[in-house]
């Protein structure tokens, strides 16, 4: 590959358009995965400090849309994006993801280990499918922080995961797998953004 190319390859960013949509799909897509938690009992909030968008507190689909742009800009620092990726992957990205945190509102209450482990297989299966290394990347930081950032609201009073499912100092351990799968997603929206780019140009 001529040096010129890989250059430009490496510097490529988001637009502010781009990092808007990505931003935009995860804070709704957030929605109504928080949603299918408040509903069946996963989680309750008791704050009344910020408005609430649906059954979420404004900052919660504010930090997964941010959270969704970052991961998309990241990964475009992290190698070549594929060509190979298509907008039916990136459907089915977000439908494995949102179809993932669903179920652990239905399963909340069920033995947490093998719910953990079905969202570990469905995750791994995700990144087999759509992902790659440096979408893998992504999504072992959305993995640590996503839970880690919880972790630290749950502890401050402002949620509480139920009694079931709160093994994680307060949080659900399927949310490690959960993130991890977001991340991968998240990343293989980037490189969508850039080959559909390619291809206008």
């Given at each position: 590959?001529?040096?010129?190319?890989?250059?430009?390859?490496?510097?490529?960013r988001l637009r502010?358009?781009?990092?808007?949509?990505?931003?935009?799909?995860?804070?709704?897509a957030?929605?109504?995965g928080?949603h299918?938690?408040?509903?069946?009992?996963?989680?309750?909030?008791f704050?009344e400090?910020v408005?609430f968008?649906?059954?979420?507190?404004?900052?919660?689909?504010?930090?997964?849309g941010?959270?969704t742009?970052?991961?998309?800009?990241?990964r475009?620092?992290l190698?070549?994006?594929?060509a190979s990726?298509?907008?039916?992957?990136?459907?089915?990205?977000?439908?494995?993801?949102?179809?993932?945190y669903?179920?652990?509102a239905?399963?909340?209450?069920?033995?947490?280990?093998?719910?953990?482990?079905?969202?570990?297989?469905?995750?791994?299966?995700?990144w087999c499918?759509?992902?790659?290394?440096?979408?893998?990347?992504?999504?072992?930081?959305?993995?640590?922080?996503?839970?880690?950032?919880?972790?630290?609201?749950?502890?401050?009073?402002?949620?509480?995961?139920?009694?079931?499912?709160d093994?994680?100092f307060?949080?659900?351990?399927?949310?490690?797998?959960?993130?991890?799968a977001?991340?991968?997603?998240a990343?293989m929206?980037?490189?969508?953004a850039?080959?559909?780019r390619?291809?206008?140009?």
């Amino acid at each position: 590959m001529p040096a010129g190319a890989g250059s430009t390859v490496r510097h490529v960013r988001l637009r502010p358009s781009e990092l808007l949509f990505f931003f935009v799909l995860g804070a709704a897509a957030s929605l109504v995965g928080d949603h299918s938690h408040v509903v069946t009992g996963t989680t309750r909030y008791f704050t009344e400090a910020v408005p609430f968008v649906w059954s979420s507190p404004l900052w919660f689909p504010v930090l997964v849309g941010a959270a969704t742009a970052i991961l998309a800009e990241l990964r475009l620092h992290l190698g070549t994006p594929r060509a190979s990726v298509t907008v039916r992957q990136g459907v089915a990205g977000v439908a494995a993801v949102l179809g993932s945190y669903v179920l652990t509102a239905l399963l909340h209450s069920a033995p947490i280990v093998p719910t953990t482990t079905l969202i570990v297989a469905l995750a791994t299966v995700t990144w087999c499918v759509l992902g790659d290394g440096p979408g893998a990347v992504c999504g072992v930081l959305a993995a640590v922080i996503g839970p880690f950032v919880e972790i630290g609201i749950a502890a401050a009073g402002v949620f509480a995961y139920h009694d079931d499912c709160d093994q994680l100092f307060g949080v659900g351990p399927w949310l490690v797998p959960l993130y991890f799968a977001f991340g991968v997603v998240a990343a293989m929206f980037g490189e969508l953004a850039v080959k559909r780019r390619a291809a206008v140009n």
